[in-house]
């Protein structure tokens, strides 16, 4: 069964470091998501892409976050400078969706980040 | 903006026992209405989707129900087992393609 892949599955870094996680959704998925969830919290929308295209990234802290999908495949979420703050998982999640309809998002595994 | 509850106190029950598990919702009434379950440490895994014209959905030992007039929905596991023990999330979308908002999830435990 396919499935999205993420990595690293674990990050530790420090403060005013640069990180980036990597995600290859399940081939043919148009919609990809990149979701922050915190230790006892649901996961959050950072940003989601239609194909290359950003749909949307309001809540995406854009002075230290930034997202791209070049190719509308593959996808890298950096942090530069990471804060003590974004310590949590970070979830990529695809799905068949395009044009406004939905679909069920398949999450991958996700990336723990610590910021010391 | 759409705030989600899902009780933040775990549900404890026995094995072989129906868990019912409450999502209520404030302001707009969403489209789509989907329950997800999340493993510790791992990515949440989806469950069910009840679209807003849907009263229940099933599926296996799974039941969901949305009452748009109470802004809620129910999620029901019968016959539970151990194995279902996990952190259950519900998720709104509404219609066009939004953003899905998710719950902080209610931790299941199903004892032996």
């Known amino acids: 069964e396919a499935e999205v892949a993420q990595s690293p599955r674990y990050k530790i870094t420090e403060k005013s470091q640069a990180v980036a996680f990597w995600c290859d959704p399940i081939?043919?998925?148009?919609?990809l998501y990149w979701y922050r969830q915190i230790l006892g919290q649901g996961p959050e929308l950072l940003v989601q892409?239609?194909?290359?295209?950003?749909?949307?990234d309001s809540q995406l802290p854009k002075d230290r976050f930034s997202a791209e999908r070049l190719k509308g495949v593959d996808s890298t979420l950096k942090i530069q400078p990471a804060e003590l703050g974004d310590s949590a998982m970070y979830l990529c999640?695809?799905?068949?969706?395009?044009?406004?309809?939905?679909?069920?998002?398949?999450f991958g595994p996700g990336t723990r980040l610590t910021v010391l | 903006s759409q705030k989600i509850e899902q009780n933040s106190e775990a549900l404890n029950i026995q094995e072989g026992k129906t868990a019912t598990l409450t999502c209520n919702y404030t302001?707009?009434?969403?489209?789509?209405l989907q329950w997800y379950r999340q493993d510790p440490g791992r990515g949440p895994v989806f469950l069910l989707l009840?679209?807003?014209?849907?009263k229940e959905k099933r599926k296996e030992r799974l039941k969901v129900t949305f009452d748009t007039t109470l802004k809620q929905s129910l999620f029901h596991i019968t016959a539970s087992q151990p194995a279902d023990s996990a952190t259950y999330l519900c998720?709104?979308?509404?219609?066009?393609?939004?953003?899905?908002?998710f719950g902080a999830g209610t931790r299941l435990f199903v004892k032996a």
């Open positions: 999640a695809s799905s068949l969706a395009r044009g406004g309809d939905t679909d069920t998002q398949y």
């Open positions: 081939s043919g998925h148009a919609t």
């Open positions: 892409f239609q194909d290359e295209s950003v749909v949307d």
């Open positions: 302001n707009y009434s969403p489209a789509y």
């Open positions: 009840i679209r807003e014209n849907e």
């Open positions: 998720a709104l979308e509404r219609a066009g393609g939004f953003k899905t908002i």
